[in-house]
């Protein structure tokens, strides 16, 4: 019942519980502060999606209401996916333009010639880019042309009222003969206040002809389907009012405004058709039914896989668990603690006799080296010599010897015999 009666809806949240098995379907829940609704975008949809979503990811879905029976509840099937972040802005955008162009504010019966102008009013920021890009066009191609400034913000909160405001006054005044709504290029949001839907109805209501150069040629305002003529960039606004191009100019932009709206038109229209056909193909394509039972099999293989991992896992840890207590309680496990702690005490008792040896050996090796420095063979091997007389006393003076006496001097390798030739006494 609800399937039929609801249709297709467009829903903002953000996603949690985001799944995408081997199948390729997606599975996951959008939700918000107050409640969550399941989800399935399956294969042949989110191929489409530029983005992998992510859990915490803000996004505008478009989907089908469907009952799921084996749960016995509602789910989304979701054909479309963008991201709120970036589509929000987008999405106003073309929401505003559908809503205006149904109010005919961009018909072509309502737009008006642009005029030879002798005084143009220029609507911008007084110290912006804009401004000096029109001024020197200005200069160079109707050095004659009289320019008044409307000052206005072109940028914030407050610059959509400033420029409504510039616009009334100038058509209050009535001292110029058209309007050049200007400012140089930004992102989305820096160009948002020309998109304001006062603003569009402002420019309609002028009695001035006004043209809109906004931005570069790639960015385009609801003010540029409004305006009566929509210049690519603000030197080219002030191109087409100020010379000999002004016709060509003007018919030029007319014409492809022309062709833009025509194309868009068409463009909108295929794509309304496209869309009523794909959604009564897919209620009653068989894949819908398929792709439900690829979903049912995609829960049972979830299902199933955590099963088993969780079995699986509390057996093992039951193993574990009894083979810990069985190698505890084996003897072969006593046995090698004692076995290790034998080899622990036969470690210490080694070292204890390795460090007694090193203690007496270095004892030792320092009594030799003491023993050594007083011999009198260490100073032999110094040049020094003993002499010893013929009763083979050491010869220490000269009286314990006389002429004529064998003598023997010892030196380091050996003796040498001597006789006493001379005594001189120092």
Same mark, same amino acid.
Request: glycine residues 6%; contains cysteine; charged residues 20%.
């Given at each position: 019942m609800l399937e039929g009666q609801i249709g297709r809806i467009w829903l903002t949240g953000e996603i949690s519980n985001f799944a995408a098995p081997a199948s390729g379907h997606w599975y996951f829940s959008l939700k918000d502060s107050k409640a969550q609704v399941r989800c399935a975008m399956f294969k042949g949809r989110n191929q489409r999606v530029s983005f992998i979503p992510k859990n915490g990811q803000q996004v505008t879905v478009q989907a089908d209401l469907s009952l799921y029976e084996p749960r016995g509840d509602y789910q989304l099937i979701v054909g479309n996916m963008v991201d709120s972040g970036a589509g929000a802005l987008k999405q106003q955008f073309d929401e505003l333009k559908a809503k205006l162009a149904a109010q005919g504010l961009f018909s072509t019966e309502h737009k !008006?010639?642009?005029?030879?102008?002798? @005084?143009?009013?220029?609507i911008t920021s007084p110290s912006g880019a804009a401004i000096r890009d029109v001024l020197h066009v200005l200069e160079r191609r109707a050095p004659a042309m009289e320019v008044v400034i409307y000052p206005a913000q072109v940028q914030g909160e407050l610059a959509a009222k400033q420029l409504i405001h510039a616009i009334e006054r100038a058509n209050q005044r009535n001292e110029v003969d058209a309007l050049l709504l200007t400012r140089g290029g930004g992102s989305l949001e820096d160009l948002w206040c020309f998109n304001d839907e006062q603003l569009a109805h402002a420019i309609f209501n002028s009695a001035?002809?006004? %043209?809109?150069?906004v931005g570069h040629e790639v960015d385009v305002t609801i003010a540029d389907f %409004?305006?009566? %003529? @929509?210049?690519?960039t603000p030197s080219a606004g002030a191109e087409m009012l100020s010379g000999d191009s002004? #016709? !060509?100019l003007q018919q030029l932009a007319s014409l492809g405004q022309r062709l833009r709206q025509s194309m868009a038109a068409l463009l909108y229209s295929k794509q309304q058709r496209s869309q009523q056909y794909r959604y009564r193909l897919d209620k009653h394509h068989p894949s819908r039914q398929l792709d439900l039972l690829k979903q049912q099999f995609d829960e049972t293989g979830f299902r199933l896989h955590t099963n088993l991992s969780k079995q699986l896992q509390t057996r093992q840890q039951h193993i574990e668990r009894l083979g810990h207590r069985l190698f505890q309680a084996t003897p072969a !496990? @006593? %046995? #090698?603690l004692d076995l290790a702690k034998t080899e622990q005490l036969q470690g210490r008792l080694h070292n204890a006799l390795n460090t007694v040896l090193n203690n007496h050996t270095q004892r030792w090796q320092s009594l030799a080296s003491q023993l050594n420095a007083i011999s009198p063979l260490a100073t032999l091997e110094r040049g020094y010599s003993i002499s010893r007389n013929a009763q083979h006393t050491i010869v220490t003076k000269v009286d314990q010897v006389t002429i004529d006496e064998p003598m023997s001097v010892q030196v380091s390798d050996g003796v040498i015999s001597a006789t006493v030739n001379q005594i001189e006494k120092s």
């Amino acid at each position: 019942m609800l399937e039929g009666q609801i249709g297709r809806i467009w829903l903002t949240g953000e996603i949690s519980n985001f799944a995408a098995p081997a199948s390729g379907h997606w599975y996951f829940s959008l939700k918000d502060s107050k409640a969550q609704v399941r989800c399935a975008m399956f294969k042949g949809r989110n191929q489409r999606v530029s983005f992998i979503p992510k859990n915490g990811q803000q996004v505008t879905v478009q989907a089908d209401l469907s009952l799921y029976e084996p749960r016995g509840d509602y789910q989304l099937i979701v054909g479309n996916m963008v991201d709120s972040g970036a589509g929000a802005l987008k999405q106003q955008f073309d929401e505003l333009k559908a809503k205006l162009a149904a109010q005919g504010l961009f018909s072509t019966e309502h737009k !008006q010639a642009l005029p030879r102008p002798k @005084r143009l009013g220029v609507i911008t920021s007084p110290s912006g880019a804009a401004i000096r890009d029109v001024l020197h066009v200005l200069e160079r191609r109707a050095p004659a042309m009289e320019v008044v400034i409307y000052p206005a913000q072109v940028q914030g909160e407050l610059a959509a009222k400033q420029l409504i405001h510039a616009i009334e006054r100038a058509n209050q005044r009535n001292e110029v003969d058209a309007l050049l709504l200007t400012r140089g290029g930004g992102s989305l949001e820096d160009l948002w206040c020309f998109n304001d839907e006062q603003l569009a109805h402002a420019i309609f209501n002028s009695a001035l002809p006004v %043209v809109s150069a906004v931005g570069h040629e790639v960015d385009v305002t609801i003010a540029d389907f %409004v305006a009566d %003529v @929509r210049a690519p960039t603000p030197s080219a606004g002030a191109e087409m009012l100020s010379g000999d191009s002004l #016709a !060509q100019l003007q018919q030029l932009a007319s014409l492809g405004q022309r062709l833009r709206q025509s194309m868009a038109a068409l463009l909108y229209s295929k794509q309304q058709r496209s869309q009523q056909y794909r959604y009564r193909l897919d209620k009653h394509h068989p894949s819908r039914q398929l792709d439900l039972l690829k979903q049912q099999f995609d829960e049972t293989g979830f299902r199933l896989h955590t099963n088993l991992s969780k079995q699986l896992q509390t057996r093992q840890q039951h193993i574990e668990r009894l083979g810990h207590r069985l190698f505890q309680a084996t003897p072969a !496990q @006593r %046995v #090698a603690l004692d076995l290790a702690k034998t080899e622990q005490l036969q470690g210490r008792l080694h070292n204890a006799l390795n460090t007694v040896l090193n203690n007496h050996t270095q004892r030792w090796q320092s009594l030799a080296s003491q023993l050594n420095a007083i011999s009198p063979l260490a100073t032999l091997e110094r040049g020094y010599s003993i002499s010893r007389n013929a009763q083979h006393t050491i010869v220490t003076k000269v009286d314990q010897v006389t002429i004529d006496e064998p003598m023997s001097v010892q030196v380091s390798d050996g003796v040498i015999s001597a006789t006493v030739n001379q005594i001189e006494k120092s």
